[in-house]
């Protein structure tokens, strides 16, 4: 069943009150700090590959082409990464960061883990690509690649 786009607007706006927000630099320096951390891209394919992504992150889409509707191995695919979701060294939970292009799909995405058990969930509020600036364009203002945070294009 699908839902109508009100109600998917209103799951997107409402942050799950778990859900840690950071800036960028944040989750880089979280990656640098905590080796278990994992840097996961969820964006769709073609935006992972061709407008770049963070050096080290792991693509898992939450929602991609042909038919955009939301990966329902979203959680199973998370799940599979974190080996059990209890980091070796510390014995805590695996940090999860999630990243889109300007931080609006990794809320939905991070709600949804935390909906099903998944602790220590962070989303990187700026994206990869960052918020619009005033001529409508994205890297001006924030974001990974504004920060000059280590990304490849493919």
């Not at 935006?47 to 509707?69: C, K, N, Q, R």
């Amino acid at each position: 069943m699908q839902q109508n786009p009100k109600s998917q607007l209103r799951i997107i706006m409402s942050k799950h009150p778990d859900l840690k927000d950071l800036t960028a630099p944040e989750a880089h320096q979280l990656l640098q700090q905590d080796p278990s951390a994992i840097l996961v891209d969820i964006r769709s394919f073609m935006e992972f590959m061709y407008i770049g992504h963070a050096l080290g992150s792991v693509h898992v889409p939450w929602v991609d082409e042909p038919d955009w509707t939301v990966n329902e191995d979203f959680v199973t695919d998370i799940r599979k990464l974190t080996l059990g979701g209890v980091s070796q060294v510390a014995g805590k939970p695996v940090p999860i960061i999630l990243i889109c292009r300007s931080g609006k799909r990794t809320i939905e995405a991070g709600n949804t883990l935390i909906d099903e058990g998944i602790t220590n969930v962070f989303h990187v509020s700026e994206g990869f690509e960052g918020d619009l600036d005033d001529q409508h364009q994205r890297g001006n203002i924030n974001g990974w690649r504004y920060h000059n945070l280590p990304w490849r294009q493919s």
